[in-house]
């Protein structure tokens, strides 16, 4: 399989439910990043890993929280959510974080929360 | 900050029918500039890219030129068909801190209509 996966493509989950989200680049990549998709809102970039450091925590609520145990793998664990956490998140990869380099984007979790 | 603004959509455009989307930014430095494409259920994929001022990005039939001096980057087709339909991002990347750091506007919809 080739480019950037996610799974699982659809997610339902109740505000006390645990799930996690997977993402795996099969593209040799050292840079990984979760991104929130809502409706009429720009992109929200959430973490950023490089070489499987966290590089960047854009604020977000502790509820998400990001694990990269390889350069190929990246993780995001839920737990307690909220319904306004429903979105598209998208996952991408880059060779590195120089600024010229091309982010590839996996498919995204549709999750929903009720 | 940085910033990107795009033209509110929906676009709704006869087959054939010229295509342009207005994107301008605000950035400190020097950015790459952006135009990801988004198909229904499907993640963002790049379309093009300029990492300097007056650079041209151009992929299938889609063009767009940095303009330093208008801080623009819009995008252009000369014809475009009902397979273009599609959620069109404009985005910009900065070196922040030592990583690079990614502004999306709030994306544009095309609709094509035979």
């Known amino acids: 399989e080739t480019g950037v996966t996610q799974t699982p493509r659809h997610l339902v989950m109740g505000m006390t439910n645990k799930k996690s989200l997977k993402c795996e680049q099969h593209?040799?990549?050292?840079?990984m990043y979760w991104y929130k998709q809502s409706a009429k809102k720009p992109l929200e970039l959430m973490f950023v890993?490089?070489?499987?450091?966290?590089?960047e925590n854009n604020s977000v609520p502790s509820r998400f929280s990001p694990e990269c145990p390889n350069s190929s793998h990246l993780f995001l664990h839920l737990h307690t959510l909220q319904p306004e956490d429903s979105a598209l998140y998208l996952c991408?990869?880059?060779?590195?974080?120089?600024?010229?380099?091309?982010?590839?984007f996996g498919p995204g979790t549709r999750l929903t929360v009720l | 900050g940085d910033s990107v603004t795009q033209m509110e959509g929906p676009v709704t455009l006869s087959e054939e029918a010229c295509l342009t989307i207005?994107?301008?930014?605000?950035?400190?430095?020097?950015?790459?500039l952006f135009w990801y494409v988004q198909y229904p259920g499907e993640g963002l994929q790049l379309l093009l890219k300029?990492?300097?001022?007056?650079d041209k990005g151009s992929n299938k039939g889609f063009e767009a030129t940095y303009r330093k001096e208008t801080t623009s980057f819009h995008l252009e087709k000369g014809s475009v068909q009902v397979s273009d339909s599609a959620v069109y991002f404009c985005a910009l990347r900065v070196e922040r801190g030592g990583y690079q750091k990614v502004t999306f506007g709030t994306g544009t919809k095309l609709q094509v209509i035979p």
């Open positions: 300029a990492t300097k001022a007056d």
């Open positions: 991408a990869s880059s060779q590195g974080t120089f600024h010229t380099d091309t982010q590839y």
């Open positions: 593209l040799g990549h050292n840079a």
């Open positions: 890993y490089s070489l499987e450091e966290r590089v």
């Open positions: 207005n994107c301008t930014y605000t950035a400190t430095g020097y950015p790459s």
